[in-house]
């Protein structure tokens, strides 16, 4: 053991003699604490303190190797080490306790868990854009260790490197659920995703397709699995959410009708969709070899899913070369076609499942499902005249049993 003002050449020079020594910084001077560098039988050497806990007892916290860590920094960290002691802290409680902290990962698990899966569905956007854009840049950080830089770095990748502003939005919320959903935990004191810079705004869409897009986007689903053509067909003909569409269950049909549950719907409410007779043909399509519960199995999973969507679209765009769209896009393009054909906007918005304002708005679904009925009864014969084929004598029966 020796003591000596510590330099950087000074703890270089020092060599191994064949038994572990310790050796003690004279410039170091904190009442209480011992600022040192351990140097091992064969010559590594690490840096620690000394002190004497709250209970007198003689501990030894490790501050790191002398060969990542300067001299400067591993002596900041005996600083701050004192004076927490000087405030009544514990060091290497602390210590232990972060060792046990949940890392992002962890988290994110926990999340899923617990909050994502009651979501409409089931949690699967989440864990999909945290699996792509959260988990491989943080995940394996303490909750604890990050910092509001982290999360700008996350969004503003999303949002400058891929140009992607509505993602890099949806990010920054599901960020904020993260780490607010640690918060109520008592995970982290302060959410690092507080005093974020304001969200860009995002321009309203107005992508509608055309006929000749309508045309060769319907010729173009014949060469793509059933289930895949089925899903953007349906949601072109009844003007309903894709994921509503793409989790569709055998048990909600009735006959020509699609019960859907609130538990399913972006504004939880239920919703009755009137099913035309090229809709009623592209179910029907699902019942060969029909297994499960729901009417468009996935590859991967219970049903189609939006990375499934996702793919459709992308291989759709690159093949049609035109405007880009999206599945959101093809409910637009048929709610402005109702109202080309002269369909009120009242019936568009329940066709649509928007919410009425008012005090009729309880009685307005049933009030107008026949002319909802009418309404996507007269999109079906214009997207066959658009589309260039008949439209099908389907018979109404009870597909839905069974």
């Known amino acids: 053991m020796s003591r000596f003002s510590f330099t950087k050449k000074g703890i270089e020079a020092l060599k191994a003699t064949g038994r572990r020594e310790d050796h003690y910084d004279l ?72 060792k046990l902290a949940q890392t992002v990962d962890e988290l994110c698990d926990l999340y899923l868990l617990d909050h994502a899966k009651f979501k409409k569905d089931e949690g699967a956007e989440d864990k999909r854009r945290l699996k792509k854009d959260v988990r491989p840049y943080i995940g394996q950080m303490k909750v604890c260790d990050v910092r509001r830089r982290d999360i700008i770095a996350l969004i503003e990748r999303v949002s400058i490197d891929r140009k992607a502003k509505v993602s890099s939005n949806r990010l920054r919320a599901l960020l904020s659920k993260l780490f607010n959903f640690a918060l109520e935990r008592e995970l982290i004191e302060r959410s690092p995703c507080a005093g974020l810079p304001k969200k860009p705004k995002e321009a309203p869409k107005e992508r509608v397709l055309s006929e000749k897009e309508i045309k060769a986007l319907w010729a173009w689903l014949n060469t793509e699995p059933a289930a895949n053509a089925a899903v953007f067909r349906l949601i072109l003909l009844t003007a309903q959410r894709p994921m509503e569409v793409a989790r569709m269950e055998w048990n909600e049909i009735q006959g020509d009708i699609w019960e859907i549950p609130g538990a399913k719907t972006k504004n939880g409410r239920s919703q009755t969709v009137p099913l035309s007779a090229l809709a009623l043909k592209s179910i029907e399509s699902m019942m060969h070899g029909r297994r499960g519960r729901f009417v468009f199995p996935g590859e991967r999973g219970e049903h189609v899913m939006p990375r499934t969507l996702q793919h459709v679209t992308e291989r759709a765009n690159e093949k049609l070369k035109g405007k880009r769209f999206t599945p959101h896009d093809l409910r637009r393009t048929a709610a402005t076609y109702l109202r080309k054909l002269g369909i009120s906007r009242d019936v568009v918005g329940s066709v649509l499942n928007h919410t009425h304002q008012g005090v009729t708005a309880v009685y307005d679904r049933h009030d107008l499902l026949p002319e909802m009925k009418e309404a996507l009864h007269k999109w079906c014969a214009e997207v066959a005249r658009i589309s260039e084929i008949e439209v099908p004598k389907v018979k109404v029966r009870a597909i839905g049993r069974g």
């Open 27 to 98: 410039g170091f001077r904190l009442a209480g604490v011992s600022f040192g560098v351990r140097v091992s039988e064969k010559g590594s050497k690490e840096y620690f303190v000394r002190y004497r806990d709250k209970y007198k007892k003689q501990r030894r916290m490790s501050l790191g190797d002398a060969k990542v860590k300067s001299l400067e920094k591993a002596r900041d960290k005996a600083t701050k080490i004192a004076k927490a002691l000087g405030d009544g802290g514990n060091p290497a409680e602390e210590l232990h306790q972060y």
